[in-house]
């Protein structure tokens, strides 16, 4: 007797099986579509939220820090509790001198300032920046050029303008190379800037000014003091484990009570990340759990018409095995009904996922911030079809050893 695995007219008679009773294996091949594309959707979509959340931070290193001054709250060496103070040049060079662990940092001063070219102006923030504020801040140079080590060197009177600014300024009007009059002091335009995220520190890129720090010093009368100092971590340091050494360097230069933390205020953009992880962590545990209860209820409905069709088909085997049909051939044919009907429909539920998909990532493409990546990747797509097909197997396994046992005579007799 041929394999029934290879057996073309076996294969016939397993579509002529599942056709006879159409409403039937359309409803059951509907379960199993369905439970496949919801697991394809949820999976895949949990991706897509995470990804339109953590394209928010795009440029963004996710082992930033920001050290920002404040007011103390207990009195010291004389001096009363509300004392306000100022991060300045001995600040940062102490903090870079006692704290190996940073990589890349930069002092950002800030001040409101009038921008005008022509007959045309802006109140604005400007911001003097240190050349490695664009290793941790990476903006998106639409045209030009961003600052660098040689401007702030040599004291350029250099500006980028964000989007937003050259757009209400400069028009559909060429703008590199123009300068502009900022706060009485001209500046030649290098470049024009883009927020590359929806977060933002201090003031969005698109809708301000960059400056050397350098020059902000000096021109535009900030002197000594610093708005706050950003920094990134090495790789596999927490911002949070340079603080200590951060805060010792400040109190150097200032009178604050050491137990006085809420005087020195720093942000860690690395706990932010962390929540978001943990959060679709959480938020993946529960599609896949929803998925799966929905991927269990399909593979009942697998086993349910195995039962039916062993019931229905009983003198039929029996027949068969009057014949001289081994076991061996009963059990891989009504599998292999089961394995039919699971791989068809369930092919079906995925593509039909991957297309719901990627309507929507393409409806939640954004110009700057990209792809949200609502996709589902192969491998998982592989996953959910193996596992659906191991369980539609195994459920119609009972049905089949059923029929395998089935005797000829009793099987004549059944009505």
């Given at each position: ?167 209400e300024i400069f028009g559909d009007e060429e703008c590199l ?41 000096r021109a535009m009368n900030v002197r000594n003091n610093w ?186 007799r059944d009505k």
């Amino acid at each position: 007797m041929k394999n029934p695995v290879f057996d073309i007219e076996n294969w016939r008679e397993i579509g002529a099986t599942l056709a006879r009773n159409k409403t039937r294996t359309f409803l059951t091949a509907f379960g199993i579509f369905w439970g496949t594309a919801m697991l394809s959707l949820l999976w895949g979509g949990a991706g897509g939220l995470k990804g339109m959340l953590m394209r928010n931070f795009n440029g963004i290193d996710t082992n930033l820090g920001a050290i920002f001054p404040g007011r103390t709250t207990m009195p010291y060496k004389g001096f009363n509790k509300g004392l306000r103070w100022n991060l300045n040049e001995n600040d940062l060079a102490d903090i870079r001198r006692m704290t190996p662990g940073i990589e890349y940092s930069s002092g950002v001063s800030q001040l409101g300032a009038n921008l005008a070219f022509g007959t045309k102006n802006k109140q604005l923030q400007i911001s003097g920046v240190e050349p490695q504020f664009f290793d941790i801040q990476k903006p998106i140079v639409i045209k030009g050029r961003i600052l660098n080590e040689t401007d702030e060197f040599n004291n350029r009177k250099v500006v980028l303008i964000g989007k937003s600014v050259a757009d209400e300024i400069f028009g559909d009007e060429e703008c590199l190379g123009k300068f502009v009059n900022i706060g009485n002091v001209y500046f030649q335009v290098v470049g024009v800037i883009a927020q590359a995220n929806e977060a933002n520190i201090g003031n969005r890129l698109d809708e301000s000014a960059l400056i050397p720090a350098s020059v902000m010093r000096r021109a535009m009368n900030v002197r000594n003091n610093w708005g706050f100092f950003i920094f990134t971590a090495k790789k596999g340091i927490d911002p949070d484990d340079l603080k200590p050494n951060i805060v010792r360097a400040i109190r150097n230069n200032h009178p604050i009570h050491p137990d006085d933390e809420p005087a020195i205020r720093m942000m860690n953009m690395a706990e932010a990340f962390r929540m978001v992880d943990n959060l679709f962590l959480g938020v993946s545990l529960l599609a896949l759990f929803v998925g799966a209860g929905t991927l269990i209820a399909g593979i009942i409905g697998v086993g349910n018409i195995m039962w039916i069709i062993v019931k229905e088909r009983t003198q039929e085997i029996g027949i068969r095995r009057a014949i001289g049909a081994k076991p061996r051939d009963i059990v891989v044919q009504i599998l292999s009904e089961g394995m039919v009907l699971t791989a068809i429909a369930g092919t079906a539920g995925i593509c039909f996922a991957t297309l719901v998909l990627t309507i929507v990532d393409k409806l939640t493409y954004d110009e700057w911030l990209g792809s949200a990546h609502f996709q589902l990747q192969f491998s998982h797509a592989l996953t959910i079809m193996v596992v659906f097909l191991v369980l539609g197997t195994a459920a119609g396994l009972i049905p089949a050893i059923k029929a395998m046992k089935i005797k000829p005579i009793e099987a004549m007799r059944d009505k």
